[in-house]
Every structure is written in structure tokens, then in C-alpha cells.
């Protein structure tokens, strides 16, 4: 069974730092990008970084610079390093795969 878990998700001060972890199963997934997005309160669900399979990145502009997508192959994981919290990135955080979608974990950004 094709499953990603994510988890990390705390509320934490604007200017603080969370690590996202997706544990992924079911499938080779060192063959696959995987992505993080978003959806926050009232709005749509957004892209926030991709990493393909030989480690290659890209970023929203919204996050560019504060965010680190990264991956272990041998752990089967893809984690989100968010350093400079603001309270706009509060939002559930979804991992992604084409077309698998993990249940989310809720980032709250306030003081």
C-alpha cells in the first residue's frame, strides 16, 4: 500500500524553526520527486518545494531561502527544514507524490 506520513507540525514563535518529516512506503522512492505543499485557513492548497530524484530542488518564492527540502533514499524520507517562521506560513503541510497525498501536519506560526 502506497502511504506518506507526515509529522513535525507544532505551533512555534514567528523567527522559530520546525523540521518536517514524510516517511514514505509502498513504493521506490528513490525513483520519485516528492513535493511539499501547503494549505492554509480560507485558502487554497499551494506548492512549497519540490526535490527530484538526484536531489535537485526548487522553491515557492514565498519560502525561497528559508525553507530546505531534502531527502534520505535510505530512509525513505523527504524532510522540510523551515527556519524564519512567520505567521503567514501557519498552514497544514502536506507531502506529496504524484498522485498520493499524505494526511498533513498543522504548522502554527504565533506568538
Known amino acids: 500500500q502506497v502511504q506518506l506520513v507526515e509529522s513535525g507540525g507544532d505551533l512555534v514563535q514567528p523567527g522559530g524553526s520546525l523540521r518536517l518529516s514524510c516517511a514514505a512506503s509502498g513504493f521506490r522512492f528513490s525513483s520519485y520527486t516528492m513535493a511539499w505543499y501547503r494549505q492554509a485557513p480560507g485558502k487554497q492548497r499551494e506548492w512549497v518545494a519540490s526535490?527530484?530524484?538526484?536531489?535537485?530542488?526548487n522553491y515557492a518564492v514565498a519560502v525561497k531561502g528559508r525553507f530546505t527540502i531534502s531527502r534520505d533514499n535510505a530512509k525513505n524520507t523527504v524532510y522540510l527544514q523551515m527556519n524564519s517562521l512567520k505567521p503567514e506560513d501557519t498552514a497544514v503541510y502536506y507531502c506529496?507524490?504524484?498522485?498520493?497525498w499524505g494526511q498533513g501536519t498543522r504548522v502554527t506560526v504565533s506568538s
Open positions: 526535490i527530484t530524484n538526484i536531489g535537485d530542488t
Open positions: 506529496y507524490r504524484p498522485i498520493i
